[in-house]
């Protein structure tokens, strides 16, 4: 990972990432654009902010034990930095004008990590000033997209394809990607890799989470033992309580990162969820007005941001989104994921023996939607939840969403390769009077499969009592035993509609359950 390279290009030449074309657009700050307050405290605003700047500068000698502020703000060029915050008073954010101002947040692995260039959390974030709100959509690391630029690949490679033909250029491609599939503006990015995150964590005392359920990892990876002998000692077994939980910067990180917990937590929506979690909690530490009074902080945000962070974010935008979101509540911030449930976006599939995710909507009109109205009112088709509920509380709330909606799901069969072209909805049948239990084992080598379809499973109303591995893992289709003698037909018709096969009488071998269905996953 380079080093941050600020962008000091004047606002006037701004390039704004746009359109399915990913077209560039230059945009045009006209000086007859409204003013957001009183110029005049705007000015002074402006001097305060490069006061403070100057005063941490020429304090430095007595307040650090180094040079590391000077160091830093002359690498992002001083004089023009102060010469941006002095005239920003009357100019908006990209985006501002429109309501909408987008930013990309990437975090990856960077220097001394195996695949440091993969893109290993990718959140696109929305903030409507008028209202206070604020989106975030996690984007699964396995999504796979065609894009003008590059052929098919996962979302997650297209950071590393662009950061090996130009250093830094990650972010950016990785908006414009993302642009192009949601026909949405993407104004900024950031790009920050796990040292950065770590840092940026410790730097406001830790971040106080509420950690749903037992987060147990068998195999966490151990920094630096990638390659060590015997295999079992690149790993460390990784436990989180339930509860209240004040987690450091590893430990955050730790959470952020698990992707072979057992249960729930193994799937990568669940992944999602604790990310956007993390960065809810870090927003109530960072957007406090004490942070730019506090000379040391600022010189530990530099050092971290020179070092681990790539934006192209100006020193003045990052105090205006500051200043606007001063107000927002963490707590009513919308969050969304795209999962492979009924209800989803996104479908799953082995291609060539790699575990990929692929759009239900090939034409991209239905995930269009979503983003274009996200921040419409509850009872639409767009299925929200905040961050500040438990995952249980957020997956009923998603199912009442949906059957409020009446059933579309068209009448014309699809193969199993064939990509839906309306977002299957969750019908209102009697599959849920039944009550039928259902316990579902991973016959595949896909890590955390069978865990991700209890969620998907449960988000429309079935009850999971048990998910585990099946004894093999060479499971070529999956396999549905109706254990309750035909009791439950219309729970035997929905699974069948889900996963595209008929439920079986028969007894399964070496497999003791007791439930009334058991769900073998196989690799289609």
Known sequence: MTKVKVNLLPVEDKVKIKGSAGEKITEKISPDQPVRGDRIKKIIASIIIVTIIVLAVFSSSVVFSDENLIKSLSKLNLLQQMSRLMGSGNK????????????????????????????????????????????????????????????????????????????????????????????????YYVTVDFAGFEKLINEFGGVDIEV?????????????????????????????????????????????????????????????????????????????????????????????????IHTNLEIWEMLSLVQLGKNIETSKIISQTLSDGPSGFVYSQIINGAYVLLLKDSSYGEIRAMWKNI????????????????????LTKKENAANQISDETPNKSKTETEPAQTLPLTPIIDYKKEGATIDIRNGTWVTGLAGQQQINLEESGFEVINVANANNHDYLKTIIYDLSEGKNPATATELAKIYKTTPTSSQPLAIASQADFLIILGQN
């Not at 927003?283 to 530099?302: A, D, R």
């Open 92 to 187: 908006n954010l990209v985006g501002e004008n429109e309501d909408r101002i987008n930013i990309l947040i990437i975090g990856m692995g960077g220097q001394n990590h195996e695949g440091g260039t993969l893109a290993d959390t990718i959140i696109l974030g929305s903030f409507k000033p008028s209202t206070q709100q604020v989106a975030m959509v996690s984007i699964p690391r396995d999504l796979s997209l065609k894009t003008n630029n590059y052929d098919w690949l996962k979302i997650n490679a297209l950071n590393a394809y662009a950061e090996k033909k130009e250093a830094g250029s990650g972010g950016r491609e990785m908006a414009r990607a993302l642009s192009e599939l949601l026909d949405t503006p993407i104004n």
């Open 212 to 308: 749903e359920r037992d987060l147990i990892d068998p195999q966490y990876p151990i920094s630096g033992q990638e390659y060590v002998f015997p295999i079992e000692n690149r790993y460390e077994n990784l436990y989180i309580k339930k509860g209240q939980q004040h987690m450091d910067g590893q430990l955050a990180l730790k959470y952020a990162r698990s992707r072979h917990a057992l249960g729930l937590e193994g799937s990568d929506f669940a992944r999602s969820r604790r990310q956007q979690k993390i960065l809810a909690a870090l927003k109530e530490k960072i957007f406090k007005v004490e942070t730019f009074f506090n000379p040391k902080k600022i010189n530990s945000l530099l050092n971290a941001y020179n070092e681990h």
């Open 375 to 394: 921040f419409s009112a509850p009872g639409s088709q767009i299925l929200t939840s905040t961050v500040s509920e438990s995952l249980t509380a957020a």
